[in-house]
């Protein structure tokens, strides 16, 4: 019997997301827990999809790519696909540094706050020390400009969660 290498992949990427998943359900609490795991599946579901489905769905379909304006229409698909790949790469990365190393907490003033997306806001941080741009939790919107709040955040990641408001 012989396995077939993508399967060999799709069972890596199950093992290691499994791994990934039971590290942030038993080190984290809800809130953390709730963003991470949105995160995680996020980017997992990207870089499978590009990683492991897309070659294979290009694979079985090149025989049909032999007319030459076929081609030209993949072409740009392909490096759209590569550079995802690799940026999705990068943040999952990234986010599985921050489940192993977890959170810091620090008490911060949020200097700016721009609307990027619907789902979180960048807002850029003071801890006097430095300046920090962050990524505010999504579904997280209680956060006024000017204000300082006690706040952990997931440094590779940047994805800030802010706790309470300091007076």
Known sequence: MKIKKRTIVRVLFIII??????????????????ILLFEMFREIAFLYALVVEFPLAFVRNRDQLKELW??????????????????????????????FTGYREKVVLIIERTHEYRMSDNIWVSDNSKLLKLHLAPGYINVDVGKSYSMRFFENSSIAIPINKVE
């Open 17 to 34: 997301f499994t791994i990934l998943i039971a590290t942030i359900v038993l080190k984290y609490s809800s809130f953390e827990r709730r």
């Open 70 to 99: 076929k081609r030209i229409l993949v072409v740009p698909l392909l490096l759209f696909a590569v550079f995802y790949m690799c940026v999705a790469g990068f943040n999952t990365y990234n986010l599985t540094k921050d489940v």
